[in-house]
């Protein structure tokens, strides 16, 4: 497309200094017309007058001697009269004499339509002498050859002129030209995503700074490109590495769970059966029951080991207001001391599976630290969707950041790590009733919504377990 904007281009340049040449040429031609018909005038005019003159002075001598037939022998004496036609008739109207007729280029005529343009209108001469009429007649016939002969050969130079004017004036253009030729390579090999080539510079200072305007673009195209890169590099690894990270939780997870959870579970059926038969001995049956309150405190550790480590159950597509409602509810069921008030509003999209894991982390992770260093009695949590972001806020009463941020400040920097990886805002203030205050503005994915649901939103207001 670029390329046939340059032919036209190319062809408008040409037949515009083409146009030009020719009309200038055109304009040279009229004013030599003009000044050819002039000239002409002037010579004719002058000869006739010379003629005039002559021929009076003929006329008063044949009057003075009375004798007209030697008037006419000295005209026929004579003969060719320059420029003009002589005739003389009796007075019956008879033709006595005519002057013979020019012989310069005989038989070569201008064409009619340029004699006409170049022919002057004159007026004949008459004088009577004793019943004789002499008239002399200006005659520019052969003025007009010399005239056309001139403006042919004129033509044949305006015409050679114009042909070498349209070759250089094309070469010129071709030259000029080249450099855009030269950018619309480039740009389409920048279309196609190849920034290779650079253009050069032509010693023209528009096309120069063109050429390093276009070659500063491409650079910068090519270093965005190479980041751009990197960073999808970068998101694929962090992605590759979340996922490891969330296999091996998996993998720990059963390995507590068989491992542990069953060792833990035998010690507690042996310290069972040694319970029941050393009743007579208090010694045993008080280490008995000590170990029996110790594997309980162990199941009830790893238990809160494996509520970390993964979620209860997975996480249907669409379904994370349920998933958060249920591990409020298995966290309600794990520390029973602190009211926890629930407000979480089903979501009206639907949500990826990193997406709503990542939610779901930092919910973990706030009501693992509430438990673990607040102090709390009661903790709020909040959760609904608009249009376009999702909101969660985790709020207690406990002791706030200052208890807690150096011993939790990696809990602290993974959750902001997950919200930022989302695009998101991380929160961490003071509460209104003196506690901590988690807040996660997330933007939510572009996702297909999901049909409305009926089932109202889950609310548990005080519900202490």
């Known amino acids: 497309m670029f390329r046939k904007v340059v032919h036209r281009l190319h062809d408008r340049i040409g ?216 960073l999808e590099q970068d998101q694929a690894f962090n992605q590759a590495l979340q996922r490891r990270l969330e296999e091996e939780r998996r993998q720990i997870a059963r390995e507590l769970h068989d491992e542990i959870g069953q060792s833990v579970t035998a010690v507690r059926a042996m310290a069972g059966a040694i319970q029941q038969r050393s009743e007579t001995h208090p010694g045993i049956h008080g280490s008995a029951q000590a170990i029996l309150a110790m594997t309980g405190q162990m199941q009830d550790g790893v238990r809160h080991i494996l509520a970390r480590l ?57 009501l693992t630290n509430v438990a673990r260093h607040a102090n709390a009695s009661h903790v709020a949590v909040r959760a609904s969707c608009s249009d376009t972001h999702l909101s969660l806020s985790i709020c207690d009463d406990g002791q706030g950041f200052a208890a807690q941020a150096g011993a939790d400040r990696y809990g602290l920097t993974g959750m902001r790590e997950r919200v930022e990886a989302l695009n998101g805002h991380l929160g961490l203030e003071r509460g209104t009733d003196g506690g901590a205050l988690v807040t996660a503005l997330l933007p939510l994915p572009r996702a297909a919504a999901l049909p409305p649901r009926s089932p109202a939103p889950h609310q548990n207001h005080g519900d202490e377990r």
């Open 15 to 230: 037949l515009l200094v083409t146009g030009a040449a020719a009309l200038i040429l055109l304009l040279a031609g009229s004013w030599w017309g003009v000044t050819t018909r002039n000239a002409i005038q002037e010579e004719i005019t002058a000869a006739t007058r010379v003629a005039e003159q002559w021929m009076r002075v003929l006329a008063d001598e044949a009057r003075a001697r009375g004798d007209t037939a030697m008037l006419t022998e000295q005209l026929a004496a004579v003969g060719r009269v320059r420029a003009n036609s002589l005739e003389v008739r009796d007075s019956e109207g008879q033709l006595r004499y005519r002057s013979p007729g020019s012989t310069y280029k005989l038989g070569r005529d201008a064409p009619g339509w340029f004699a006409a343009l170049l022919m002057p209108g004159f007026e004949a001469t008459v004088l009577d002498v004793d019943g004789l009429r002499l008239t002399l007649i200006p005659d520019a016939s052969r003025a007009t050859p010399d005239a056309w002969d001139d403006l042919v050969q004129i033509a044949g130079w305006a015409l050679a002129l114009l042909v070498v004017l349209g070759l250089a004036v094309r070469h010129a253009i071709n030259r000029t030209l080249r450099p855009l030729v030269a950018l619309e390579t480039a740009l389409e090999r920048t279309a196609d995503g190849r920034f290779d080539v650079r253009l050069p510079y032509h010693g023209v200072a528009e096309l120069d700074r063109l050429a390093e305007r276009y070659n500063r673009m491409v650079d910068e195209l090519e270093t965005s490109l190479a980041r751009n890169a990197r």
């Open 310 to 366: 993964r979620r209860p159950e997975p996480l249907p597509r669409g379904r994370l207001a349920a998933a958060l409602v249920e591990y409020c509810d298995h966290w309600s069921e794990l520390y029973p001391d602190i009211v926890l008030e629930q407000d979480i509003s089903a979501e009206s999209v639907a949500l990826d599976e990193d997406f709503c894991l990542a939610v779901l982390r930092v919910l973990q992770e706030s």
